[in-house]
């Protein structure tokens, strides 16, 4: 039996994957997290064969993913809009999986079989992207976050770059879109961490 632990974000991704899992007679679901903070304490105590986490939960500062990894094998299931930080999880000598968080439960279930046997589970479309790191930022996307990041409210960026206000706000809407997030002041977090400021 593959003892499983689930670290994902979202309990209907995270329930909805455990059900897929459990119905598979050579895998068992032994804990499910919501949060990266308890990741490293729960593989120690269930002591899991394959854990399968989310990268944003690895990610957020709290989980120690080469810890981890030094411990069982780590499938990672990364947002492909996300990719950038993947390098981070990318530790020499530790079995880590990769794939898209989008890819078909099978897959999933293949890659937490061939993680238990130590085999190589990567999507490699990913991991070249993880790698080579290019913004997807445009030269005038990349000015407008540089002067968000600064503090610079939409109209000031709008009066030093000579656009309109509602230009500058959907070029914002573009740029959260492309760096995966959710808010202006998260965009500007991804692309210092991803070095595209």
């Given at each position: 039996m593959i003892r499983t632990l689930l670290a994902l974000d979202g309990a209907l991704i995270r329930g909805a994957l455990s059900l897929v899992l459990a119905a598979e007679e050579d895998i068992s679901v032994v804990a499910e997290l919501d949060r990266g903070d308890p990741l490293t304490s729960a593989v120690r105590a269930q002591r899991p064969d394959v854990a399968i986490v989310d990268l944003d939960l690895v990610d957020d500062g709290h989980a120690d993913e080469a810890d981890v990894a030094g411990q069982c094998p780590m499938l990672v299931l990364a947002d492909r809009r996300r990719v950038h930080r993947l390098h981070r999880v990318l530790?020499?000598?530790?079995?880590?999986?990769?794939?898209?968080?989008?890819?078909?439960?099978?897959?999933?279930?293949?890659?937490?079989?061939?993680?238990?046997?130590r085999e190589s589970v990567i999507d490699a479309e990913?991991?070249?992207?993880?790698?080579?790191?290019?913004?997807?930022?445009?030269?005038?996307e990349t000015q407008i976050l540089a002067l968000t990041a600064s503090g610079a409210p939409v109209v000031e960026v709008a009066?030093?770059?000579?656009?309109?206000?509602?230009?500058?706000?959907?070029?914002?809407?573009?740029?959260?879109?492309?760096?995966?997030?959710?808010?202006?002041?998260?965009?500007?977090?991804?692309?210092?961490?991803?070095d595209w400021i």
């Open positions: 530790v020499p000598g530790r079995t880590v999986g990769i794939l898209g968080c989008d890819v078909a439960p099978h897959r999933v279930v293949d890659g937490v079989r061939r993680l238990s046997r990913l991991v070249l992207a993880a790698l080579t790191r290019e913004s997807p930022l445009t030269s005038r009066r030093t770059l000579g656009l309109a206000p509602g230009t500058v706000r959907n070029h914002l809407g573009r740029i959260a879109r492309k760096a995966g997030a959710r808010t202006r002041v998260e965009a500007v977090r991804v692309a210092r961490e991803a």
